[in-house]
Structures are given as C-alpha cells and as structure tokens.
C-alpha cells in the first residue's frame, strides 16, 4: 500500500519549501535566516532559489496553494514561531488533500489506486 502521505512527502513538502524558500529570499531575508526558519540547510536554500530542488509541478502552481504559501510568507515574516509555521505547513497539505489535488498525482505514480478516495 502506497498512501497519498508518502507523495507529500518526496514530492509537495520539497515543493512548498522550495517556493517558501525563494519567497523569502526575494523579501530579502538571506539565505543562512531562510535555512534557520526552514530547517534546511543552507546549501538546500541555494538550491531551491536556482530550482535545481523543488522542481515546480502543477501542485504549487494551484492559485490556492500558492495563495497559502503566500500566506505563510507573510507570516513568516512577521515573525510567525516555528510551531505557527508547522500548523500552516499541516494546513497546506489538509487542504490539498481535500480538495483532490493529490489524487491525479498519487494515481500516475500507482496506478492501481484508480478508484481511490480516501483524500475526500
């Protein structure tokens, strides 16, 4: 069994730090303040602000998704705990999942979940 869950995790949490990460150095935060707030390293920060990691998929080019990380961005910096920040990286992927985004994803990386439901 291959659960929505083990795609959050190789694909969409790369993703969303990634635009996470390129949001805030575009705010001028650097990159050593990014990796800290993150949890990454800093190497990882480099990384995603060239998109050589966290390659873009249609996932995070959803207005929705990016209108949450934009959010977050926010958040962020204005100072938001790093308990605030994992709520609202939870919230991101509850809200992904509800609303199927996952689903056609999930079925070309296991086709045998065609008739999968379990995100609704």
Known sequence: ??????????????????????????????????????????????????????????????????GMVDKLTADILRGATQDKIMAKFCEICKEVRKRGLLCKRHKEVYPSLKECNICF
Request: proline share 6%; with cysteine; hydrophobic share 45%.
């Open 1 to 66: 069994m291959k659960p929505p869950c083990e795609i959050i995790v190789m694909e969409l949490l790369p993703q969303l730090r990634a635009m996470l990460a390129r949001n805030l150095l575009e705010a001028d935060m650097s990159q050593t303040k990014v990796a800290e707030v993150l949890g990454i390293t800093q190497g990882a920060v480099s990384q995603y602000s060239r998109s050589l990691r966290g390659a873009q998929s249609p996932l995070v080019k959803n207005k929705i998704v990016k």
